[in-house]
């Protein structure tokens, strides 16, 4: 039961009109204010890494779906599918109702996940829809919709909070089409515990609102909103036996930028290492001008790198990855911008959480992540037998060549600096793997500003 419904207990019928219109005022005065914080606060730290990017699209089948009539959610009642649904989204999580509107959904994501799909219609600038809409909710208005935020922000915030297990990851965002008629969807980590409510839920809680805090996220209505009230919580925290999780993240948004600050100052060097001439100082209070340095990087980078691999046939979209080269995390972004299948990314222990946080701070949750240890080269030779393309360095490269795996179909990329004396280390690569009996190849090298790659097809 919800805090309104149990306050009518107490207030006379003939005063529930009045607390009706009171609630709405507050509630669009609060929407307002906070408008007028967003406008503030995006004004000075608009810092997603990746502009103008792209998005994978699935066809979607919802034979009879007439747009102008009907809503997605009455539709898929009508058709017999098992959802949920709140007043900006429907929820899918049955395996034969995701194959039922989408046969390829699973194909790319075989583990255990839901669909959700966004009731907005309203594009914003940064190419998701608005989380809310003006046009569906009745208590929505334009300013409530640009305090909310975007589909896109609500994906970064749910998998920065699911990196400290307080909500379920998002795996991708995808755009869902049948014809003329397009959705945002979320696939989404599927939770399918139990709802915890009480003292369990207030525990949970305080544990919860330590996390918001730490990334500067703040609640997008009164201090003490309901959805994080005892005893019911609006019933928004779930347990899958090992772990509790807060399911619906609509209402929370960044207010704060030290997160942004040490995000992009600890990803900076990281991102440009094969760039740089010497070890830069990189002090936080720089981190604006590093950002705008990494987006124009990355940029050249990926007009260049694609290039490369469309010459030698391949599609990004088409193929999944392994990286377990440590030089640069830019060439992992690269396929998680250019809508690579998975991508399976190896880095040391001591720099695998700065990793994990920049990749879902640029909007992508298409990955896994694990720490490079004693068995990595075991562990490489397995994944790469479900790899298209993988990212070595080359003495890794040599340990894997030596475990005569086939190779062929395969894509190798390596990464150097930009000074790096490249005609030496081609001829180096040739050798090596000429000396595993491979002849069988060809090496293409492709330069930027930011650094050159080899890429050697089998």
Excluded at 300 to 316: H, K, R, T
Aim: net charge positive; charged share 25%.
């Amino acid at each position: 039961m919800g805090f309104r419904a149990e306050s009518k207990k107490h207030i006379p019928r003939f005063f529930w009109p009045l607390g009706r219109g009171i609630d709405k005022v507050i509630l669009k005065s609060l929407y307002f204010y906070y408008f007028l914080k967003r406008v503030s606060f995006d004004s000075r730290n608009n810092c997603l890494l990746i502009e103008n990017r792209k998005f994978k699209k699935f066809n979607i089948i919802i034979p009879n779906f007439d747009y102008k009539k009907d809503q997605i959610s009455s539709y898929l009642r009508r058709e017999n599918f098992t959802v949920l649904e709140g007043r900006h989204s429907v929820y899918l999580y049955l395996d034969e109702d995701l194959k039922r509107i989408c046969p390829d959904l699973k194909t790319y994501y075989p583990m255990n996940v839901g669909l959700k799909i966004i009731k907005s219609q309203e594009m914003s600038p940064d190419g998701s829809r608005y989380y809310t809409s003006r046009k569906l909710a009745p208590a929505s208005t334009y300013f409530s919709m640009r305090a909310v935020g975007t589909v896109l922000e609500k994906v970064i915030i749910s998998n920065l909070l699911s990196s400290e297990n307080v909500a379920p990851r998002v795996y991708d965002f995808v755009k869902l089409q049948a014809g003329k008629i397009n959705f945002d969807g979320l696939i989404v980590q599927n939770i399918g515990g139990e709802i915890v409510h009480g003292v369990a839920g207030t525990r949970f809680i305080k544990k919860f609102k330590k996390v918001l805090d730490g990334y500067g996220l703040e609640t997008v209505s009164i201090k003490e909103h309901c959805d994080l009230l005892p005893p019911y919580f609006r019933d928004n925290i779930k347990s899958d036996g090992k772990k509790k999780y807060y399911v619906d993240i609509q209402n929370f948004i960044f207010l704060k930028n030290f997160f942004f600050k040490e995000n992009v100052t600890n990803s900076y060097k990281r991102f440009l290492s094969l760039s740089f001439k010497s070890d830069p100082v990189v002090t936080s209070k720089q981190w604006r001008s590093q950002l705008t340095e990494m987006r124009e990087a990355f940029s050249e980078f990926n007009d260049a790198f694609s290039s490369c691999i469309q010459e030698i046939g391949l599609d990004a979209s088409k193929v999944k990855v392994l990286d377990a080269q440590s030089e640069t995390d830019m060439v992992a972004l690269f396929w998680l911008c250019n809508q690579a299948k998975w991508v399976t990314v190896y880095r040391e222990a001591g720099v695998l959480n700065e990793v994990k946080k920049m990749l879902f701070h640029s909007g992508y949750g298409r990955f896994t992540i694990s720490p490079i240890n004693k068995d990595i080269h075991h562990n490489l030779i397995d994944s790469l037998q479900e790899s298209d393309v993988f990212c070595l360095n080359i003495d890794t490269l040599e340990k894997i060549l030596k475990s005569n795996k086939s190779l062929s179909g395969k894509v190798l990329i390596l990464c150097f600096n930009s000074k790096t004396n490249i005609v030496e280390v081609k001829n180096k690569i040739e050798k090596i793997i000429k000396l595993n009996g491979i002849t069988n190849f060809t090496i293409n090298n492709c330069a930027s500003r930011v650094m050159i790659n080899l890429i050697v097809k089998f």
